[in-house]
């Protein structure tokens, strides 16, 4: 008869709990791999050295973001963008009041101004599912002027 009542056995509570843990760690796992990951969506920062003011590539961007940078009167800056998707605005303010640019629904293309006055410039951008490529550069750097030759 013993051996008759071992078949009939309920499962252990360790089986259980093993059968739980496992399946929690399934879902987990799931969500975790699911979840954007830092580079999926968003702005990603590249090189800021040589004059350049500001360089990124966007991915599903739907931000704001502003960027500060000190400029001379005179100086040249040159603004490069390529959008792949969504929309991009771009605005470029002085903190002494001056408005060099303001641009709303960017397509691809580029655009130099003149520095009217030394200030702090803020560089403002926005996107709504923006995807492409904005790079921001002072040509009158010095590191620079090779560029603005060619």
Do not use: H, W
């Amino acid at each position: 008869m013993s051996s008759g009542s071992l078949s009939k056995k309920k499962p252990s509570v360790l089986v259980l709990v093993s059968a739980i843990l496992c399946v929690l760690s399934v879902v987990v796992i799931y969500v975790l791999t699911s979840l954007p990951g830092p580079n999926d969506d968003g702005i990603v920062i590249l090189d800021s050295t040589n004059g350049t003011i500001f360089e990124a590539e966007l991915k599903k961007y739907s931000s704001n973001n502003k960027f500060e940078a000190e400029l001379n009167k005179g100086d040249i800056v040159k603004v490069e963008f390529e959008r792949k998707n969504g929309e991009i605005s771009l605005s470029i303010n002085g903190k002494n009041g001056s408005e060099p640019y303001t641009g709303n629904a960017l397509k691809s293309g580029m655009f130099t101004f003149t520095v009217q006055e030394t200030d702090t410039y803020v560089f403002s951008l926005a996107g709504k599912d923006a995807s492409g490529k904005i790079k921001i550069v002072n040509l009158s750097d010095s590191k620079n002027q090779a560029e603005t030759t060619q």
